[in-house]
């Protein structure tokens, strides 16, 4: 687990496919690694990934295909910016949210302006997505813990501080930049939970208008 706040910037160092998936080495920058062993996990643009070499400057970890199909690993390329947080522990300060590291889906961004110090930037989730985004909710970008300023649709804005564009990656997007998602994990078993026993049936469509009037939840 993680918290969403960036401890460092990385760089992608090393591509190397094996027998279908990649290993991937990361520089590590100015994150300490000293208290980091071999199985410990790495949030590296907000894709949890295993420690499976410890080269002095930096890791090694293995990326499969499945996390290459549903994340924008299959995108790297050497020299690459990766934000980069070590797993929580007991006296973590929990200054964002909880993070899986695990990527819901991958968005991208539509524009970014200038908006007194600061950035204003907007991005377009994967409509699946859309309905776990809230305004004031909190969102997961390439590993990055962020409010939600507004949402339109699959579409939602953010509003970035001069410090975390400067420690993270996001002083790097553009229009057409691919990021990772990780939506709340409340929302995600809030959804779960109000299911109840319809969770169980196959191909259920989940939440829909129609089971939230039918449960008392919605009056159209």
Known sequence: MFTGIVEAVGEITELKPVGGD???????????????????????????????????????????????????????????????EKALTPQTRLGGHIVSGHVDGIGEVVWRKQEARAERFRLRAPAQLAKYIAHKGSITVDGTSLTVNAVDGAEFELTIVPHTLQETVMGDYQAGTRVNLEVDLIARYLERLLLGDKAAEPDSDGLTVEFLAKHGFYRG
């Open 22 to 84: 990649l290993r991937v080495r990361v520089k590590s920058g100015k994150l300490d690694l000293g208290d980091v062993q071999l199985g410990d996990s790495i949030a590296t643009n907000g894709v949890c990934l295993t420690v499976v070499d410890l080269p002095g400057d930096g890791y090694w970890a293995d990326v499969s295909a499945e996390t290459m199909d549903v994340t924008s690993v299959s995108n790297w390329k050497k020299g690459d910016r990766v934000n980069l």
